[in-house]
């Protein structure tokens, strides 16, 4: 765990945790050092006020597109799951997940 | 002069005089990769009985007859598209994307996969985990990336042409370090329809070419609009070929002051302002512009981009697709495991920080900081454009470095996009072309110097006509690299 400027705690792991990405020790020796970094520049950012600027999500100046609510021709089963790690009767096997 | 070494519209001309058929190009493509490709690694795969089947058909359209290498991020039904990831090993792709339909409508035919930085994260493709790809020019340095197979393939003539996808510069970057054209389309041009998301609001399909002119070619084959992708734009597509020789006289060019400060290589300054210059001789007038959030480009680019692509990586979880953990306890630890044994270093990283921007308590003050200077960056061009027709300037600040050089440095590879990110950020289009050599003073071979051309939105014809008119009246598109 460290500290950046803004005064918070950057928990790797934590972070790693939200994203389900598991971390070798190793792993967390190497990023952090360097996600640090880029967090103290990131800070570069807090130089311009920003206050009263709307946010840009994308660069297009079109909203809500929709198309016609009608059934449609879709992908078949047997091409969805034709890269499925493991299926079976036309289903994606997972671990049991209720007890 | 081998088939594999010409231009689209060469071989288009061969074609229709009945001189050549199709399998001949495709063979002499293969004849290259193998005895070429072995020192690049750009490619990755080739098939070529899908390729023979694909010639069967009757020649016809823009691009009848002519194979297109697609960079491994892009759907084509029944091939390969591993995304450079061990992740995506064995994933065979189900349906063709929407370029690969509007290509194959065209008459083009998709013809070996190009390699890649792992889910297009990356500037080196050092990050591909297959295999890193050299440069033509230098095969001790970086192609650039992350479309670095595709330029590499192109420049190295063992592809007629290829499409590659750019994000924050991963078709205008390589194409600049590799020495060939590559265009970045206005977001919304090309639908991103089969693409595998690395970050949505920014991603966009590009081609790479030997040329301007047959990037205009390609560019018009894929574009229009599509009901498959709500951010792709149904407007008109232009005949971007029969554009290109139209007057550049009196057109304005805007030379932005940030673009040309400290960082950037000389030599690298000194030939985009050669550049300038002979615009000038060709009637083109210089204004000075400036483009004053510049500087913040790279941050916000890093926030938004890491930040889309922890969500769209989301979806690689070992259950769909893809590889999987074995012997996990629980659904929760195949996914944590699948992750951590599917993905390389750079994707983690870039997975962590964008997870990171985005989680609670910190949303704020970096991803909505972020989206308001992008706001501002992309007001610069808005106020740019209103006063010019297209801006100039360089690609990267400094040439292709030296492979493993930078690994354990990513925010020094990150600061060199400095030139590229704005561009996908604004939502505008670019054109990357070659415009001089400089010898590093690491090296002793000659390696290419871009320049860009960016245009405001769905101004492609004006960057394509005003980079067609430069090609033309100089030497550097024809220089090949001696590998």
Request: overall charge negative; aromatic content about 6%; charged content about 25%.
């Given at each position: 765990?460290?500290?950046?400027?803004?005064?918070?705690?950057?928990?790797?792991?934590?972070?790693?945790?939200?994203?389900?990405?598991?971390?070798?020790?190793?792993?967390?020796?190497?990023?952090?050092?360097?996600?640090?970094?880029?967090?103290?520049?990131?800070?570069?950012?807090?130089?311009?006020?920003?206050?009263?600027?709307?946010?840009?999500?994308?660069?297009?100046?079109?909203?809500?597109?929709?198309?016609?609510?009608?059934?449609?021709?879709?992908?078949?089963?047997?091409?969805?799951?034709?890269?499925?790690?493991?299926?079976?009767?036309?289903?994606?096997?997972?671990?049991?997940v209720v007890e | 002069m081998s088939l594999a070494s010409k231009t689209i519209k060469e071989l288009r001309g061969l074609l229709d005089g009945g001189e050549i058929q199709p399998m001949e190009i495709v063979d002499s493509v293969i004849a290259?990769?193998?005895a070429r490709d072995e020192k690049i690694g750009g490619y990755l795969s080739w098939d070529r009985d899908q390729a023979c089947r694909a010639c069967e058909t009757p020649i016809r359209g823009l691009l009848g007859g002519i194979p297109i290498a697609i960079k491994d991020l892009i759907n084509v039904k029944d091939q390969p598209c591993g995304c450079g990831s061990k992740i995506l090993r064995n994933y065979v792709a189900p349906y063709d994307a929407t370029s690969i339909v509007n290509l194959r409508r065209a008459g083009g035919h998709p013809f070996g996969r190009a390699n890649m930085d792992e889910f297009a994260m990356g500037s080196s493709n050092e990050n591909s985990s297959i295999k890193p790809v050299h440069n033509p020019w230098d095969?001790?340095?970086?192609?650039?990336?992350?479309?670095?197979?595709?330029?590499?393939?192109v420049a190295s003539d063992q592809a007629i042409a290829a499409l590659g996808s750019d994000t924050g510069g991963s078709v205008r970057q390589p194409a600049a370090f590799c020495g060939c054209v590559g265009l970045k389309p206005t977001y919304g041009r090309v639908s991103r329809f089969g693409l595998t998301a690395y970050a949505s609001s920014l991603d966009q399909i590009g081609p790479l070419t030997k040329t301007v002119e047959d990037a205009a070619i390609l560019l018009g084959a894929i574009?229009?609009?599509d009901a498959n992708d709500s951010t792709c734009l149904d407007e008109p597509v232009p005949d971007y070929a029969a554009g290109l020789t139209g007057e550049i006289k009196g057109m304005k060019l805007g030379l932005p002051e940030e673009y040309f400060?400290?960082?950037?290589d000389p030599a690298i300054r000194e030939a985009v302002q050669k550049a300038a210059k002979h615009y000038e001789s060709l009637g083109v007038e210089i204004v000075d512009v400036s483009l004053p959030y510049t500087e913040h480009a790279v941050g916000v680019y890093y926030i938004i981009a890491t930040a889309e692509a922890s969500a769209n990586l989301a979806r690689f979880d070992g259950v769909r697709y893809g590889y999987r953990a074995p012997d996990a306890k629980d659904l929760a630890e195949q996914y944590a495991k699948s992750r951590a044994q599917g993905f390389g270093p750079e994707v983690k990283r870039r997975i962590l920080l964008g997870t990171y921007v985005l989680s609670?308590?910190?949303?704020?003050?970096?991803?909505?900081?972020?989206?308001?200077?992008?706001?501002?960056?992309?007001?610069?061009?808005?106020k740019a454009f209103a006063k010019v027709d297209a801006i100039l300037a360089p690609v990267s600040p400094t040439p292709p470095y030296k492979i493993g050089e930078k690994v354990a440095n990513p925010l020094d590879v990150y600061l060199a996009d400095i030139f590229t990110t704005s561009a996908n950020l604004a939502g505008i289009c670019g054109l990357s072309l070659p415009c001089g050599f400089m010898t590093p003073g690491d090296g002793d071979h000659e390696l290419p110097i871009g320049l860009q051309l960016l245009g405001a939105p769905f101004a492609e014809e004006k960057i394509l006509r005003l980079g067609h008119h430069y090609e033309q009246s100089t030497e550097w598109h024809q220089r090949r690299p001696v590998i």
């Open positions: 765990m460290s500290e950046n400027e803004k005064g918070t705690q950057f928990d790797l792991r934590y972070v790693a945790g939200l994203a389900r990405l598991e971390l070798s020790d190793d792993e967390v020796a190497t990023f952090e050092p360097q996600l640090q970094d880029i967090l103290t520049y990131m800070e570069k950012l807090d130089e311009v006020d920003v206050s009263g600027i709307e946010p840009t999500a994308h660069a297009n100046p079109v909203l809500n597109v929709t198309r016609a609510d009608a059934s449609r021709p879709s992908l078949e089963a047997e091409d969805a799951l034709r890269n499925g790690p493991k299926t079976t009767s036309d289903q994606f096997v997972v671990p049991k | 290259a990769a193998e095969l001790e340095r970086i192609s650039g990336g992350s479309s670095g197979g595709s330029a590499a393939v574009s229009g609009g400060g400290e960082g950037i609670s308590g910190y949303y704020d003050a970096y991803y909505l900081r972020a989206q308001k200077l992008r706001t501002l960056i992309r007001d610069d061009f808005t």
